[in-house]
């Protein structure tokens, strides 16, 4: 058996140049996709907020009184 050529037809996608909103979903509900995952991940969100706050504050301070402690 021989091989026999095949008919392929070729889909070409374009793009109106009058109607371009490639990414028109992602800007949909925003604000209720942000509120959506904070609400679901407010634990995960609150255990990693915490310590980087915490740490950073910290920093602040110990700097401050070590400027205070150096005064004259």
């Not at 037809?9 to 959506?36: C, E, R």
């Not at 995960?44 to 009184?65: D, R």
Request: overall charge positive; aromatic content about 12%; charged content about 20%.
């Amino acid at each position: 058996m021989g091989k026999q050529p095949v008919r392929m037809k070729a889909v070409i996608y374009a793009l109106s140049p009058f109607q371009q909103k490639t990414m028109s979903g992602l800007w949909n509900d925003l604000t209720g996709k942000i509120h959506h995952k904070i609400s679901e991940n407010w634990i995960s969100a609150t255990l990693l907020i915490t310590p980087v706050v915490g740490t950073y504050t910290y920093a602040q301070q110990y700097k401050e009184n070590e400027k205070l402690s150096h005064r004259y």
